[in-house]
């Protein structure tokens, strides 16, 4: 029997498909070993096993639509104001890492990436921006697994 080698990073893909740019992380992780999180929870990170980097991926608010973005989670605690996850979170997502945080014996790091939501109503497909940014994001996040 062969032993898989652990995995290099720990991809969580946030979002909804349901409601239009929100799915965009789903779409853009499709093929790739994602773990498939319609909110981002605390049980997320604890189950991410331990020393492995964490790469969160999302549609974001506060960012233009369609643009990139990448922040550690250590630039997401300290400016909890700037470009956050859209999806429903129950917390919202500095809180979940610093809770996660609190509770783990392990340390949790990792990335966000991002990519700006123009519509996040009823419906399925997305925007146009966010639909010619596709590629990019995938890309981005390719790169950090």
Excluded: Y
């Amino acid at each position: 029997m062969t032993k898989e080698p652990p995995a290099a990073v720990w991809l969580l893909a946030c979002g909804n498909q349901d409601r239009r740019d929100d799915g965009a992380a789903l779409l853009a992780t499709r093929g790739l070993a994602a773990t498939e999180c319609g909110q981002l929870d605390i049980d997320n990170l604890l189950g991410a096993p331990a020393g492995v980097p964490i790469v969160i991926c999302d549609a974001a608010a506060g960012v233009a639509p369609g643009l990139v973005v990448t922040k550690t989670f250590d630039e997401l605690l300290a400016n909890p104001r700037g470009p956050s996850p859209h999806s429903s979170h129950a917390l919202p997502i500095d809180q979940v890492i610093g809770v996660a945080r609190a509770l783990s014996t392990e340390p949790i790091d990792g990335i966000f990436v991002g990519i700006g939501g123009a519509d996040f109503g009823f419906g399925r497909g997305l925007s146009p921006a966010v639909e010619a940014a596709l590629p990019q994001f995938r890309s981005t996040i390719e790169s950090l697994v």
